[in-house]
């Protein structure tokens, strides 16, 4: 049987409010997540055995391959689904690790639709939600990457959302930022439930309109990325300089920044802006839906 492969786009959390924190520790989160035209890249080799290769120029960082999320994914595929088909993964690593893209979820999902595909299962069947659970909480959302809105953990996802195509320049300034510490700076003790305003369960279509909806609304996370990562505001006050951003914000847990630009040739132009003033930054001008 040929090479199956699939893309494992980016995640970007255009807001992020956190609502408390739940009784085990995790926080009650609400976000508007959408997806990137820029990912990763995953291959099954339905022939070979179980297995996992890592190439791609962020593949240093994303650690020994035997702990990488893909091998997890497929491990709890397994469990949910005795005897299925596994195989050979390739993975081609473009993503920034632990920058708030949600990089590893990507792969992982991309992991479980590519077992789906082999085992004939429906992109629906709910082993292979449950199965998305156990690895992350990004990992539900990365399932069948369109935009929606996340709440709770990660578990709740709306239906997908019809949003008008945002063209985007994500940046990386090269800072690592691991998601626990970020929540674990926040400082909410198990029970909590901050008060604050909530967070609407639909967004207008309209592009303006949604630029203002998604404006008045934070990603709360910032302040504990920022405490750990400083170059993270370097990085807003570079891509705010000038006219050419109109939204800039974190997304996940850091340290990577998004603006949003009237048009993909505005985003072309600020990335160039911004690699000529900082070389050695991961900067990706792209859409997003
Ligand atoms: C920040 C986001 O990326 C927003 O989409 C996610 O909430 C984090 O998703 P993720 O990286 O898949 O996170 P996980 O691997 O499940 O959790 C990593 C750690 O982050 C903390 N964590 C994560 C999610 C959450 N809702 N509350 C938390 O407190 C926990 O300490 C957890 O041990
Ligand atoms: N496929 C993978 N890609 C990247 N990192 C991985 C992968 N598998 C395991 N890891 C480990 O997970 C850690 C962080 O992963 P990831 O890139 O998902 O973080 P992130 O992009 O910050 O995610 P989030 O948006 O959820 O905060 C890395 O430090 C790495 O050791």
Do not use: Y
Request: with cysteine.
């Amino acid at each position: 049987m040929h090479r199956l492969t699939a893309r494992a786009p980016a995640k970007i959390n255009l807001t992020l409010r956190v609502l408390g924190r739940r009784a085990d520790g995790f926080h009650d989160l609400v976000s508007l997540v959408v997806f990137a035209g820029t990912g990763d890249l995953l291959h099954l080799d339905p022939d070979a055995p179980l297995g996992l290769g890592v190439t791609g120029r962020t593949a240093p960082a994303a650690g020994p391959a035997a702990d990488n999320l893909v091998l997890r994914a497929a491990t709890e595929f397994a469990a949910q689904v005795p005897g299925a088909r596994l195989g050979g993964f390739l993975l081609e690593k473009r993503l920034p690790v632990a920058a708030g893209l949600g990089g590893g979820s990507a792969d992982a999902a991309a992991a479980l639709r590519l077992l789906a595909q082999l085992n004939d299962l429906p992109t629906d069947d709910p082993r292979l939600f449950a199965a998305a659970q156990e690895v992350g909480s990004d990992v539900p959302a990365c399932l069948d990457p369109r935009a929606r809105i996340m709440r709770g953990r990660g578990e709740m996802l709306s239906a997908p959302l019809r949003i008008p195509a945002l063209a985007c320049v994500l940046v990386n300034c090269g800072a690592a930022v691991p998601t626990a510490p970020v929540f674990k700076g926040l400082g909410l003790a198990p029970g909590a439930v901050l008060p604050g305003p909530d967070h609407p369960d639909a967004f207008p279509g309209d592009a303006e309109a949604l630029l203002a909806a998604i404006r008045a609304l934070p990603n709360d996370l910032e302040p504990p990325a920022l405490a750990l990562a400083p170059a993270i505001g370097a990085a807003k006050v570079l891509l705010a300089a000038g006219p050419q951003a109109t939204l800039v914000r974190m997304s996940g847990s850091g340290a990577t920044v998004f603006a949003l630009t009237a048009d993909c040739r505005t985003a072309a132009a600020l990335a160039r802006r911004v690699k000529t003033a900082e070389p050695s930054w991961w900067v990706k001008p792209t859409m997003l839906r």
